[in-house]
């Protein structure tokens, strides 16, 4: 049985881009895109783990 965390993707689905971008454009003001996208690309990466991880969830759910 796969289990993971609700609150870990609570929390990641909370995420405000505006703070982010605001506390990273704070540190530098040298290429905020990358940075951006860089932001973007994990906040994808991580997405995409939740998602293999409901679907392994209802497989498990679906054998019982």
Not at 19 to 40: D, G, I, M, Q
């Amino acid at each position: 049985v796969v289990r993971y965390s609700s609150t870990a993707l609570e929390r990641s689905s909370r995420l405000n881009i505006r703070e982010t971008f605001r506390s990273v454009s704070k540190k530098t003001s040298a290429a905020p895109n990358l940075y951006l996208r860089h932001y973007f690309f994990l906040e994808n990466t991580v997405q995409h783990w939740y998602h293999i991880a409901e679907e392994l969830h209802d497989r498990a759910e679906e054998a019982r």
